[in-house]
């Protein structure tokens, strides 16, 4: 499905990021992996050559800094010559109220969830329009379109990525770059083992599926929005979440 494709995926390390980048590599892709740290890339790497694929390009990126950012896609387009897709993933919690909230919580959580995928896609676009073709997959999440008490900085981050998905979508369609947003529920990941038992009780009670999502159930919607099977989808956001946002 997406042989000869190059994908570059963020905090690709671990959790979601990880299943998607796995859930590309599957399907053909060759996959630029990038996070903050190279340790956790090389567990993903393994599993990626253990799908039987000679292996893919390491990067370690704060996706805060634009520098690192242009560092991430230079070394794709050295080695590959293109980028077909690109995951906007990394992302960051620092949840407290509002009230109590950290001006520094604040702007950590924006720099990395918004500016980042602001940084990242207009790293990307350069090639995507020279190219006339690329899919951008933004990580959003439900609380970007319910909000969600004590993630006043998180819930506004991931708002503002649907928008600039939205956006995007407007300015690059006519450069055949279609852009879109997949807005998980609670899906099981480090992020969310941080959660106390009582906390992932009271969560699974809320979702008429009636359970947290797996990595994985983002990685397959992520592979259908990178693949030409949603060559006609473009600007949309894909609610991944259980039946909790209905
Ligand atoms: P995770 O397990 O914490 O993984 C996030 C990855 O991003 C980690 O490898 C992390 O590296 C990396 N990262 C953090 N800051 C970075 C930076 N400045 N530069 C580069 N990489 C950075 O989180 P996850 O649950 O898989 O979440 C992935 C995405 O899904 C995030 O955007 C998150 O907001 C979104 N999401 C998650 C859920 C959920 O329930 N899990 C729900 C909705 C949306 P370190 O760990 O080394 O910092």
Known sequence: ????????????????????????AEQGAEIVLSDISVDFLKDTEAQIKALGKSGCLLTQANVTIGDEVNEVVKKALDTYGKVDILVNNAGITRDNLMAMMAEKDWDDVLSTNLKSVFLMTKACSRTMVKQRFGSIVNIASVVGIMGNAGQANYSASKAGV???????????????IRAN?????????????KLSAEQKQKIQEWIPLGRMGEPKEIADVAVFLASDASRYVT????????GLLM
């Open 1 to 24: 499905m997406l042989k000869g494709k190059i994908a570059i995926v963020t905090g690709a390390g671990r959790g979601i990021g990880q299943a998607i980048a796995l859930a590309l």
């Open 162 to 176: 649907i928008a600039f998905t939205k956006t995007t979508a407007k300015e690059l369609a006519k450069r055949n």
């Open 181 to 193: 947003a997949i807005a998980p529920g609670f899906i099981r990941t480090p992020m969310t083992d």
């Open 235 to 242: 600007g949309q956001v894909i609610v991944v979440d259980g």
